[in-house]
């Protein structure tokens, strides 16, 4: 069993921080897929960007994240003008290209970007729930030894619950998940 080519490349660049983050959105059921006994259909979802929560205070661990990505390959592409700005960090591989974009809690009435462990997040209402209930799943059965440590993805009811509360109608094509045509409406 092996991850996405993309997705491997994304958590080998943020392996020092595996243990803070929770990659949540459309990689998800791709990653829960490979625990349980994969179907090709279910492997196939996943989207073009890799969303990533973190807490709104993160511990440095050697480098910050941004210069382990830079250092991986990725580069920061900023998506808005305001102060801190909105940003992905893009690698380009093989396979196609893939971002990976930082989400943590937004505290109070308004969202907006946060600066946290050396990249911006983007305030979000619930991403405390999958931060906080999270299933931590060993890289080693993911990667065929290839990393170590866990990945952390949120538990399937928190997914389920998140998804529930974030549900806004995705226009975007970046973030609609990449279904199979047997999959497609």
Known sequence: MALDSLLLAALGALEPYLGDIVVV???VPHIYAQVEMPQNDAIALRTRDIDIAVPR???ERGRPISEVLGAAGFECEFRSRATP???AYVGKRGGGDIEIEFLTTAQGAEEGVRSVGG???TELRYIDIP???RWGIPL???TDGGLRG???VPTPSAFIVHKLLAHKRRLDRSKRP???ASMRC
């Open 140 to 142: 080693e059965m993911l």
């Open 178 to 180: 990449n279904l199979p």
């Open 85 to 87: 700005p909105v940003t």
């Open 25 to 27: 959105g459309g990689w």
């Open 57 to 59: 205070i993160m511990p």
């Open 150 to 152: 866990q990945v952390f």
């Open 131 to 133: 931060l906080a209930n």
């Open 119 to 121: 990249v911006t997040a």
